[in-house]
């Protein structure tokens, strides 16, 4: 069976951060051999949908899991396979409305505090009990030792782990990913419990200024379109 690859964090236009269009980003995914993507724009899940749509009508060859990278009281939550958005706010409430909806959800790049990663070690059990799976690797963290703190801390705990490149930028796609064992498909209980093993690594940090330029064009309105709106209309 060939090897299932999922990059398993990225994203599109429809974050304030990035400027590619899902169909952008699908063409990236597959000329890098994923089997599956996850596209989890910041508390959105619009991007994600086109790109399922764009997947589907066109017939292409991967699958897109619709998810949600979403801002919480204590941190980044990483929300797959949402059925619809979920707005920002208390951990708890965030997590109680994921399972609302059949969805997995991880700990988006934990202990990397310069980017709202989400100290796990001051959760409670109840709270951490719900955060079904931790991205031990993040091709975007600020230093190695926050992915070698998340693959340690899952390892301990035996959860289940994730990674994902974190791409702002569709050159970034597949940075680091996920090749599972004996799966043809992704569901929430495959992200739970198929055997895996983490590939890739960290990008280069320069990689960041792909999102710093998104966010200063959208902001200032500079001339161009992306997800078919003028910049100054994001």
């Known amino acids: 069976m060939k090897a299932f690859k999922a990059d398993l964090h990225m994203h599109t236009c429809f974050s304030a951060d990035c400027l590619s269009e899902p169909s952008q980003v699908l063409q990236a995914a597959l000329a890098k051999g994923l089997s599956a993507i996850a596209i989890t724009d910041h508390n959105e899940i619009a991007g994600a ?17 619709v ?36 969805a997995i959800c991880a700990a988006a790049h934990p202990f990397d505090f310069a980017r709202k ?11 951490l009990a719900m955060i079904g799976a931790i991205e031990a690797l993040n091709a975007r963290a600020t230093l190695q030792s926050q992915n070698d703190k998340a693959l340690l801390f899952a390892k301990e705990r035996g959860l289940a782990m994730v990674a994902g490149s974190d791409a702002h930028h569709a050159s970034e796609i597949g940075a680091a990913y996920v090749e599972f064992s004996g799966v043809k498909l992704l569901d929430a209980d495959a992200i739970a419990n198929a055997k895996r093993r983490l590939c890739g690594g960290r990008s280069s940090p320069f990689v960041r200024l ?7 064009r959208k902001r200032f309105g500079w001339h161009g379109k992306v997800c078919g709106q003028t910049f100054s209309a994001l």
């Open 117 to 127: 990663g989400i100290d796990l070690r001051a959760l409670p059990g109840s709270e």
């Open 49 to 65: 949908l086109e790109a399922e749509r764009i997947a589907k009508e066109g017939g292409l060859r991967i699958q897109v899991i």
């Open 210 to 216: 792909h999102s710093r330029l998104a966010s200063m």
């Open 67 to 102: 998810g949600e990278e979403v801002l919480t009281s204590k941190g980044d939550l990483l929300v797959y396979f949402a059925k619809k958005r979920i707005a920002p706010g208390k951990l708890s409430h965030v997590l109680s409305e994921a399972k609302g909806q059949g």
